[in-house]
């Protein structure tokens, strides 16, 4: 039986950073801030913590369906975002659900929403409870002034249907990314979407959210591998017709794709897959700096070789991660089939980094994707998202965000957003902090940066500095033409930003939308838009 | 100075078939029917057609914009879809517009829905009039109680802005295809994209219908290649961010693309474009029938090699164009790079299709997209269209019905389409018709077959025996899971297999949109939906 999820922090009970990760960690901070000492706090056990009794009760026909217990509402109260870790080790859990439910079929969840209409409460769609955007996060006035059901999906798991013809696979959406791929792997395919998230998220979440994942370029997104999807709202359930490719109008699986739970619950999905590799070639490349490894991944981009991996790392995020020694931005570069050789086109990239002056490590290796540079970077980023619950504690402010912008207009976008976070580091915490970037998936006509800073904080202060430094940060990527998300999803944290980049008339068919599905607005308050 | 376009029949005045094409054609439909005689018919002179009196004026300030002229009006009453061909050798147009407007700007065309508000009138966007689903047709109850008012983006038809490092360019939505091709030629760059219709129809076009285009596999739809997009509703401009990509809520842009004029009119868009080919391979396969063929064609979808031309020609449709002797099915499989040789790519597809008995014709001819069976098909599909105003004159019911399905249904799907159409067609007719099937577009989870039918009518019947072919195949279609359309769009015609198709609950939230964008209904009534 696997150990149940963390109520604070990444993954489950039991799991975390080893003695060496966690050494290599806390070096590379003091070293960053060039301390040795930390004022460190500790969150507080589970028992020690004191929740508003609930304001629901569930009839009895769903009763059975229902907790109310302390774990399941403490572990439901929050993602994994930077605010939601300090609330965490604050002990402050207003934001908890009065009930958390468990359907086990699409006729639970219909029924889990005809109850929540009737008891005006708000409800939350809950895959795995990763979102770092406050997408799961039942907090703000709406919700406040009601009772909040979260449903969690997690008993909904299975692939329904496999079709070998077509490469698809009928999905519950409440399929964990290992026990998705478990059930794929007998009959030799693979859904291939690894998010950072993979092991703790959903496919309802991955598209409800449009996750990014594994390829780096051509199917960059969830999106691509909808065939169709079936969505549970107040008014019934609405089913995309399973389709290749359609003409027939705007494509209606897009209203659902990316509707982060506003517009009804994603019960299931029938998925392209793909065929298990068998053909990889992989290696690393490095570039006297950031900008030249962008020259080179533009060129890449634009070639039309579609690498699965393509990842630049900024010279500081490689020291960081201990894929480069810091001198060099590194490009990660891979590609994979499932019918043919990839070497030439492996080859022929390498050229075309080698013409931008990039130099290749191992370029020969089949497995360098688990080995060298790729491998160091690959291991650090599985592991990244266990450090900050160690992290918070020692009142270090770290958190990412992501961004996508045209290839004319990077390096001032680069620049100013850099140079923004940085300057709101030193004023939030009077010292001198960290912005490195990296590429997560590139596009003929533009790269998706992603940002990550540390700062050394306060307790007692850290939300607040926090959002000095994510509030200058997103003001600067807004005003410099980029989107406030590419993959991470908007949720309620990334709201102000995106109501300035979403044009005001697509809010008014988006809230248009939300009335003839969710009359009486039950679902996620707050999410995408107000209504 | 280029001719004006025909109001009747395709392309511009003083073009068409030449005596050659004509007799190709002619022995190709006496053969079929078995007959040497026809009752052919005439359609009235221009000068000829009786229309009602304008029921609208435009006001003095739009009145250089705006004409009630004989030939405007006429040129803009009908797509080319048959029922429009049979209308047109009727001299019925009772559907045409009151007024044609031709704005210049987008401020004209913001007067325009203003005027046209303030007067009640329908307002139906034309691009260059190519709709072969009723989509610029204003016929209908709601339309003919009040005016109508078509307006005629022919005049916006330039190349705004060109980025070379992203390759993209912002583009006026009245741009015709080789107009739009020659402004970008000039700066190495190309968007690709060829519908059957190109000469004829215009980038607004595309995006409002999500045309299908040029590749066979990846970037099918015009969908995938708009980077942002600006749309004029009468609530005022909507336009989305221009981004690579983004996953920040809904994608705002899919609303936009397949409106069909429901929701504004699509007055710009940033498109992705490409570079000019430099390498290419071109081949065609000879298969057993059919099925062979498509056992081929699904490896080759599912293989990751993303052949630009990659369509299947069934072997009646392979000897009805030329491009076979009616023994094979034909594959016409081609490569093309602006980066690097494709060689690799064209040998690893037709080792595929030799592992499904497949007969490659010319493997080594570098221009054999221009020659050999490859070339035959090409040259016979540009020129089609110009048919069907000698075969309407000639009582011959022909038209195009084309779809999507996923692998595992597609061999039944086939064979009950094809056989409902070709049983209507006797019992419409009294005789055998013919029905071919070729796949214009492929994806890795299934084909998008195109089928074309023949059947001898009458006179005076045409109308009805079409209708009666048509209702049944789109019956079978729907019924097997297709899409009533992959490419064409529903406009007027798709409306009754349309709605069965689209998920109620979807509708719902479309209908809201409008009501949000285009609260008097205004724009194209009875496209898509109904207010």
């Known amino acids: 039986m696997t150990a149940r999820l963390k109520h604070f922090g990444w993954g489950r009970e039991g799991e975390g950073l080893d003695a060496d990760e966690r050494e290599f960690l806390l070096a590379r901070i003091r070293e960053r801030f060039s301390v040795d000492r930390f004022d460190e706090k500790h969150p507080p056990l589970l028992a020690e913590l004191k929740l508003a009794a609930p304001r629901l009760q569930p009839p009895a026909v769903l009763a059975p369906l229902c907790s109310s217990a302390l774990y399941d509402r403490a572990a439901h109260a929050y993602g994994k ?28 969840v219909a029924a889990l929403l005809d109850w929540a209409g009737g008891a005006d409460a708000a409800v939350v769609p809950f895959g795995a409870g990763s979102s770092v955007v406050g997408g799961i996060e039942p907090r703000g006035a709406a919700e406040r002034k009601r009772g909040v059901v979260t449903i969690d999906l997690g008993q909904m798991g299975r692939v329904l249907e496999v079709d070998r013809a ?69 008014k019934g359930a609405l089913e995309t017709r399973r389709l290749p490719g359609s003409g027939a109008g705007p494509a ?96 022929r990239a390498l050229d075309i980094c080698a013409s931008e002056g ?28 266990y450090a900050r619950e160690i992290t918070v504690g020692l009142a270090i402010i770290n958190d990412t965000f992501e961004t996508a912008i045209t290839w004319d207009r990077f390096e001032r976008f680069h620049d100013s957003v850099k140079s923004a976070a940085l300057e709101a580091i030193r004023r939030a915490t009077g010292r001198t902090g960290q ?36 509030k200058s940060a997103s003001d600067a990527l807004i005003a410099a033409g980029g989107t406030i998300t590419h993959h991470h999803a908007v949720g309620r ?30 679902l996620n308050p707050g999410v995408l838009i107000d209504p």
Not at 93 to 100: F, H, K
Not at 363 to 377: I, K, M, Q, S, V
Not at 494 to 518: C, G, I, N, S, V
């Open 252 to 347: 209606p699986e897009r209203l659902v794709i990316g509707s982060e739970g506003i517009l009804g619950i994603i019960t299931e999905a029938w998925m392209r897959l793909q065929d298990r590799p068998r053909f990889r070639a992989g290696s690393s490349v490095a570039f006297a700096d950031l900008f030249a490894a962008m020259r080179a991944l533009r060129l890449v981009a634009q070639s039309g070789l579609f690498p699965a991996n393509c990842r630049v790392l900024d010279s500081d995020e490689a020291y960081n991660t201990g894929a480069g020694d810091g001198r060099s931005a590194i490009m990660v570069l891979a590609f994979e089939s499932g019918d043919h050789p990839v070497d030439g086109a492996m080859k």
């Open 166 to 234: 077509a490469r698809a696979a009928r999905i519950e959406a409440g399929a964990f990314g290992p026990a998705l791929e478990a059930q794929l792997k007998p009959h030799g395919l693979t859904l291939r979407h690894f998010p950072q998230s993979f092991e703790y998220s959903t496919l309802g979440g991955w598209i409800a959210t449009r996750s990014g994942g594994h390829f780096a370029s051509l199917y960059t997104h969830i999106d691509d591998f909808v065939e169709s999807v079936r969505m549970v709202t107040p």
């Open 81 to 108: 975002s930077y605010p939601d870790a300090v609330h965490g080790l604050l002990g402050d859990y207003a934001a908890a659900p009065d009930v958390v439910a468990y359907p086990k079929s699409e006729a639970d």
């Open 435 to 470: 912005v490195t970037c990296r590429i997560t998936h590139v596009y003929p006509d533009g790269p998706a940066p992603y940002f990550t800073f540390h700062g050394l904080g306060r307790h007692g202060e850290l939300l607040a500095q926090w959002h000095e430094v994510k």
């Open 358 to 385: 990039g130099k290749a490590e191992a370029p020969e290796a089949a497995d360098a994707h688990l080995a060298g540079a790729a491998g160091r970077w690959r291991n650090a980023f599985i592991r990244m998202p």
């Open 493 to 522: 944290q990334h709201r102000p930003w995106y109501d300035r980049e979403r044009p005001d008339l697509f809010a008014a068919t988006l809230r248009a939308a939300k009335r003839a599905l969710d009359p009486q607005g039950l």
